[in-house]
């Protein structure tokens, strides 16, 4: 894929097609870019099982015609009952499991604070959950990335309490490429989602019936969990570069670190795209932004660093980018991370531009599939430390730290660009990858996507520090960046450990470019 795709009345771009066609057809039936934006999420967390379901976190970047950006961020606190006496005697939260399940699912409430006095529209609603219920009752093909994870993952998530089983191993086994899987508890709950409208997920039947599997299967979160909830509408984290104002999502997500990597890129010296100085350049700014991410960041309310001043501060940026050696590259690891999350985007003729992203933590969550409902319930609150005190701890009603965070970019020319990926610790990495690609050197924007990336830290199924690279640079840079201290890893190309990334240009004569990630199984659709 070299080739980005081009329209002048609507665009949308995802990780799995269908998804993509669904939003496309709410922008040919008249409607918003924030309207095929909850048609691309609601379908993704039907035919993407594996990265995102109703049962997890979302945020949210809206760029408005008149170039007002606001933000949203749908992320559910943990359960009253999370209490570190229930976790005595143990290191970490498990990963899996009821216990794992410790945490709100916000993303429905993100739908909702999405389209605003929209929402309360029943027919719209019912339009667009259309393809999603549709997907949901006749089934789904399983794609190749869809069904390495669940052999990979049959061993830890088989096992599980609830309709896992059931639904992804119908034969005693997982289910193979080619093959289908029917989700018919959860074309239920999205038909009464369209019908009772969204609010039923928190405080209505539906809520009490999610409930009522929760507390079946051994998990803390309880009806007063679901019915506290509710999405915030929040001012974006912003960064000025040289061309460009950069948005991101403030904590608890990571779009700080994502924003510092490109601050700190902005100062120095950037060779030739995919050159030694360029890959050595972000690398690097990526460890001097994590060692702040990992210390300081996680619910904005018991956080002791401003970070809007921190963005805010040339001198200090100056400072870390000064800090950065040319030549070596600082010793590495750093702790690590995971998870698995779908970024998308969609764009409208009046120029309402969406970033947005949804996540249920790793390939699956939880594992927990709560039978009633059919919803798949994250494990984003396993990330909490087992800590009275301190970063990211846990405590009843606090927010866990996120990797999730879709990026936007406002040029001074006038072009608006959605940009970000899946993929935990690389998603700050891969940001900085197609951003610098395609605002520094020039780079076309399909093609920035489709060239070979690196990711420093944890790939799925693995908690490694290396550096990995897919193995289309050219050889010599490999060479340069292990002469320089990096424990440099090859890895095969198109690796969906790179992440699935996408992005969506909205040029100022009014025209729109799409583009989609080869790794992914999805497109960029325009009209």
């Known amino acids: 894929m070299l080739h980005s795709v081009r329209s002048l009345r609507g665009m949308v771009t995802s990780p799995h097609h269908l998804a993509s066609q669904a939003g496309l057809d709410v922008l040919k039936d008249g409607g918003s ?14 035919v993407y099982p594996h990265m995102t379901s109703i049962g997890g976190d979302s945020f949210w970047l809206i760029s408005e015609p008149d170039g007002d950006v606001w933000a949203i961020d749908a992320c559910g606190r943990a359960a009253g009952n999370a209490s570190l006496d229930r976790y005595a005697g143990r290191g970490e939260i498990p990963r899996r499991g009821p216990l794992a399940a410790n945490t709100v699912a916000g993303t429905i409430s993100g739908w909702a604070a ?88 928190y405080k209505g ?55 510092l990597i490109l601050a700190l890129f902005d100062r120095m010296q950037a060779g030739l795209p995919d050159s030694f100085e360029h890959v050595h350049a972000l690398v690097e700014a990526t460890k001097q932004a994590f060692l702040i991410r990992d210390r300081e960041v996680g619910d904005p309310a018991h956080m002791q660093l401003d970070y809007r001043a921190l963005l805010a501060d040339r001198g200090a940026l100056d400072r870390m980018a000064a800090s950065i050696d040319p030549a070596r590259a600082l010793p590495w690891p750093a702790p690590v991370g995971g998870g698995d999350t779908t970024w998308f985007a969609a764009a409208d003729e009046r120029g309402q531009v969406v970033s947005g992203i949804q996540s249920i933590f790793f390939e699956f969550g939880s594992g927990l599939v709560l039978p009633r409902t059919g919803v798949i319930w994250q494990n984003r609150g396993s990330s909490f430390r087992l800590a009275d005190r301190g970063w990211n701890c846990l405590h009843p009603g606090r927010k866990p730290f996120h990797t999730l965070n879709p990026a936007l970019a406002h040029f001074d020319d006038g072009r608006v660009m959605a940009y970000g990926t899946m993929g935990g610790e690389g998603q700050p990495q891969t940001q900085a990858a197609i951003f610098s690609r395609y605002a520094r050197f020039g780079v076309p924007l399909q093609q920035a996507i489709t060239a070979p990336r690196w990711l420093l830290g944890r790939a799925w199924g693995d908690v490694s520090t290396t550096l990995k690279l897919e193995d289309r640079f050219a050889p010599d840079l490999y ?8 424990d ?35 497109s960029a659709a325009g009209w």
């Open 488 to 522: 440099v890893e090859l890895v095969k190309g198109f690796s969906s450990q790179m992440g699935h990334a996408g992005a969506i240009v909205r040029h100022p004569q009014g025209w729109l470019e799409g583009a989609s990630d080869p790794r992914s199984d999805g």
């Open 205 to 259: 039947a539906l809520a009490r019936d999610m409930a009522a599997d929760l507390a079946d299967l051994g998990s803390p979160l309880s009806f007063a969990d679901l019915a506290a909830h509710g999405a915030e509408r929040v001012d974006p984290l912003c960064l000025r570069l040289r061309d460009a104002r950069l948005f991101n999502l403030p904590p608890p997500t990571q779009g700080l670190a994502s924003l």
């Open 479 to 486: 060479r340069r960046l292990a002469e320089a201290g990096h």
């Open 114 to 201: 999405l389209l605003g006095t929209d929402a309360a529209h029943r027919d719209l609603r019912a339009r667009l959950l259309r393809d999603a219920i549709a997907h949901a009752r006749s089934g789904v093909v399983l794609t190749e990335v869809g069904a390495e994870i669940l052999s990979s993952k049959s061993g830890e998530l088989a096992s599980q309490p609830g309709d896992y089983a059931r639904i992804f191993e119908p034969a005693g086994r997982p289910l193979r490429v080619g093959e289908a899987f029917v989700q018919p508890a959860l074309a239920v709950t999205l038909e009464r989602l369209a019908s009772d409208g969204f609010g039923d997920f």
């Open 33 to 46: 870019a924030a309207q095929a934006a909850v048609a691309v999420a609601a379908c993704l967390a039907v």
